[in-house]
Each structure stands twice: as structure tokens, then as C-alpha cells.
């Protein structure tokens, strides 16, 4: 809440080796080759993420995150039979938004509103295999190539005096197309209680939903796009040094429902480290 500038680095990981249909797992073993449908083996993610917060006064802000991925990918097309592999390294897509806020030591409420810009590569090719030179699905993409709005709201609120809670609400919605795709539209709804105590550990227990909806466009993948997932996510934060806070988080699937045939993660890991100028 003090205004200045605030810089983070957060680190991500999380393995989709999870290949579902629906609401249940997918028997790899029960498919024949070559196949119909495409068979995906693997999506390792690892990713950076550059943020830069300013805070005008307790009433408004603005923050700038930017990506930076690493990303592995292997399946078998339909038609295959062997593996074709893809791997990129570069820039996602930034995003900005301001914020205002009513805030109040025991209550708070916010507006969030900004852009996705399209500053991530969305033309990368396969690699190996027999899909090599071929372009590699978009939603596999570092970037979308499309602008998106982001609106949301917040809320928190302190009931008694060691426990905080709070709600977020998020909307990604893409505003055009681009090469023939459209990306999936998204929301997002968050929340969580905190334990707040005079340590400098802060325990926190959160429960993530996201609603993505179907890619569209000639080159989407409609029918293997969108799902519906919940995550239960504890973690904490520490201040390390004056003006200097850490956090860990793992995420773990509580629910999942997927459109399809769909990679996702069995669990995901972010961390980092922020720190105010």
C-alpha cells in the first residue's frame, strides 16, 4: 500500500503429462497408432515472470508482468505413428493493468483493468519427428499474437485479528483474431484465508478456479480446447529482509474437466521473490 516501486521475479513449473477426456484420466495403452485423434505425450513448462509494481497512493496502482518460457512439447499427430517433438524459448505475452481500491486496515475492495498484448512468438514449427517444418498447434504458442482485455474485482477482509481473507475475479476476454485464431476466452475466480501472526512467516491456504473457453478460428483446435479446473493451493510468504518477501506455492488438481483430449498438470510450483524499491 505505500506508494513507490515494487519489483518481483516468480518462477513457475508444472509438467502436463496428464492426458484426460472429460472428467476422468486416458488409458495411453488403449489407443492404436496411427489414430484419428492426436495422442499428446507431454507439455513441460518452465517459466520467469518479470513483474514491476507502482503504487501511487493506497487508492490506485499499476503493474507490468512479462513472461519468459521454456517449453517442451511431444505428441503423436493424427494420421502418425512415431513421436514429433517441439521446443521454444523466448517472451510471452505482457500484461498491464491499474487497479483502484477503496482500502480500509480491516476491508478492502479493488477494480482491476488492463491489456494482454501480443509480444509473445506464435509461429514456432515442430522440431522432430514427422510433423517437422509444420506449425506447431497455436495454443502451444509463446504468445497468443492478440490483444486482450483483462477486467476484474477483489475484495479482502480482516474478521478477526490473526485471519485475513480474500476473493479475486478475473476476466481474459481476446478482442480479435489473428491468423486465423482466437484464443480462448478465460475467468478466473480466487480466494483464500491467511493466518496473520507476528512471525515473519505468513501461512496461506487458496482455491483457484478457471473456466477457459473453446479456441475458435481455422486454425484452432476446437474440439480439443477449453476445460474447467479447480486447484487447492497452500503456501507462504516470508519477509526475508526489510522490504524483501518471498513465497512458495504448489497447486494440486481438485477437479478437472477438459474438452476432448487434453494434457494437464498433476501438480505446479511457483515461487518467487519480491522486493520494494
Request: aromatic share 10%.
Given at each position: 500500500?505505500?506508494?513507490?516501486?515494487?519489483?518481483?521475479?516468480?518462477?513457475?513449473?508444472?509438467?502436463?503429462?496428464?492426458?484426460?477426456?472429460?472428467?476422468?484420466?486416458?488409458?495411453?495403452?488403449?489407443?492404436?497408432?496411427?489414430?484419428?485423434?492426436?495422442?499428446?505425450?507431454?507439455?513441460?513448462?518452465?517459466?520467469?515472470?518479470?513483474?514491476?509494481?507502482?503504487?501511487?497512493?493506497p487508492?490506485?496502482?499499476?503493474?507490468?508482468?512479462?513472461?519468459?518460457?521454456?517449453?517442451?512439447?511431444?505428441?503423436?499427430?493424427?494420421?502418425?505413428?512415431?513421436?514429433?517433438?517441439?521446443?521454444?524459448?523466448?517472451?510471452?505475452?505482457?500484461?498491464?493493468?491499474?487497479?483502484?481500491?477503496?482500502?480500509?486496515p480491516?476491508?478492502?475492495?479493488?477494480?482491476?483493468?488492463?491489456?494482454k498484448?501480443p509480444?509473445?512468438e506464435?509461429?514456432?514449427?515442430?522440431?522432430?519427428?514427422?510433423?517437422?517444418?509444420?506449425?506447431?498447434?497455436?495454443?502451444?504458442?509463446?504468445?497468443?499474437?492478440?490483444?486482450?482485455?483483462?477486467?476484474?474485482l477483489?475484495?479482502?477482509?480482516?474478521?478477526?485479528?490473526?485471519?485475513?481473507?480474500?476473493?479475486?475475479?478475473?476476466?481474459?476476454?481476446?478482442?480479435?483474431?489473428?491468423?486465423?485464431?482466437?484464443?480462448?476466452?478465460?475467468?478466473?475466480?480466487?480466494?483464500?484465508?491467511?493466518?496473520?501472526?507476528?512471525?515473519?512467516?505468513?501461512?496461506?491456504?487458496?482455491?483457484?478456479?478457471?473456466?477457459?473457453?473453446?479456441?475458435?478460428?481455422?486454425?484452432?483446435?476446437?474440439?480439443?480446447?477449453?476445460?474447467?479446473?479447480?486447484?487447492?493451493?497452500?503456501?507462504?510468504?516470508?519477509?526475508?529482509?526489510?522490504?524483501?518477501?518471498?513465497?512458495?506455492f504448489?497447486?494440486?488438481?481438485?477437479?478437472?474437466?477438459?474438452?476432448?483430449?487434453?494434457?494437464?498438470?498433476?501438480?505446479?510450483?511457483?515461487?518467487?521473490?519480491?522486493?520494494?524499491?
Open positions: 500500500m505505500s506508494p513507490g516501486f515494487d519489483a518481483s521475479v516468480r518462477c513457475e513449473y508444472f509438467d502436463n503429462t496428464d492426458l484426460r477426456s472429460g472428467l476422468h484420466g486416458a488409458d495411453r495403452s488403449a489407443f492404436s497408432y496411427p489414430n484419428d485423434d492426436e495422442i499428446q505425450r507431454e507439455t513441460l513448462n518452465r517459466g520467469t515472470v518479470l513483474g514491476l509494481d507502482y503504487v501511487g497512493s487508492s490506485w496502482g499499476v503493474t507490468a508482468q512479462l513472461p519468459f518460457y521454456d517449453r517442451f512439447h511431444s505428441t503423436i499427430a493424427p494420421g502418425d505413428t512415431a513421436v514429433s517433438e517441439s521446443r521454444a524459448s523466448g517472451l510471452g505475452d505482457l500484461r498491464i493493468m491499474a487497479r483502484c481500491q477503496k482500502f480500509d480491516s476491508e478492502s475492495f479493488g477494480l482491476q483493468f488492463g491489456f498484448l509480444t509473445g506464435f509461429t514456432q514449427n515442430f522440431a522432430t519427428g514427422p510433423q517437422a517444418g509444420t506449425p506447431l498447434d497455436r495454443g502451444l504458442q509463446l504468445g497468443t499474437g492478440t490483444t486482450d482485455v483483462l477486467a476484474g477483489s475484495c479482502f477482509r480482516r474478521p478477526i485479528a490473526n485471519l485475513g481473507c480474500f476473493a479475486q475475479v478475473l476476466v481474459d476476454q481476446p478482442l480479435h483474431d489473428r491468423d486465423g485464431f482466437t484464443p480462448s476466452a478465460n475467468l478466473g475466480v480466487n480466494g483464500g484465508i491467511r493466518y496473520l501472526n507476528t512471525s515473519s512467516f505468513t501461512p496461506q491456504l487458496q482455491l483457484n478456479l478457471r473456466w477457459d473457453g473453446r479456441e475458435r478460428g481455422v486454425n484452432a483446435d476446437f474440439a480439443n480446447s477449453g476445460d474447467a479446473v479447480a486447484y487447492l493451493s497452500p503456501g507462504v510468504t516470508a519477509e526475508i529482509a526489510h522490504g524483501t518477501r518471498a513465497f512458495v504448489v497447486q494440486l488438481p481438485v477437479y478437472q474437466r477438459v474438452n476432448g483430449l487434453q494434457l494437464e498438470p498433476r501438480w505446479t510450483l511457483s515461487l518467487g521473490v519480491s522486493y520494494k524499491l
